[in-house]
């Protein structure tokens, strides 16, 4: 179409070189072809990076999901760690350690103490001045 415009275009301008003209318009159609024809071929490679692309997307997601899981896991594992060691290293826990340590103790040597001899002569001691301090409330109690 473009070759019988400029044709038609050199005859109205009653030039005498259509035929040059010609000769570009078959090297530029030529050209043409053969850009459409390698359009096409990299249009062809373009589709088929893209395919491949999401092939290693659909294959690396889960790949990465899995690293990532890992790396998840890792990560809570080693500040686990980190924070049970600081813990442990913590004023607060060596402080509540020492405060079980000691009631444990006082509770260990206040058993010791109800099973000693000490503990039952206190303890009859306290029920003879219980007994003696009834006695007195009573006497007091008959006086009035």
Do not use: P
């Not at 294959?59 to 980190?82: C, L």
């Not at 000691?102 to 303890?123: G, M, P, Q, W, Y």
């Amino acid at each position: 179409m473009l070759l019988n415009y400029l044709e038609l275009k050199a005859l109205l301008k009653k030039d005498t070189s259509t035929k040059a003209s010609k000769e570009e318009l078959r090297a530029l159609h030529t050209a043409c072809n053969e850009l459409a024809e390698n359009l096409k071929i990299e249009k062809a490679k373009v589709q088929s990076l893209k395919e491949r692309v999401e092939e290693v997307k659909k294959d690396s997601s889960e790949s990465i999901s899995f690293a990532r899981m890992e790396s998840f896991k890792k990560g809570f594992t080693e500040g686990s760690s980190k924070a049970v060691k600081a813990y442990l290293a913590s004023l607060g826990f060596e402080q509540k350690k020492w405060e079980e340590e000691f009631h444990h103790l006082v509770n260990v040597r206040v058993e010791a103490f109800k099973t000693s001899k000490e503990f039952e002569d206190l303890l009859a001691q306290y029920c003879g001045i219980f007994t003696i301090l009834s006695q007195v409330y009573e006497v007091a109690q008959v006086i009035k």
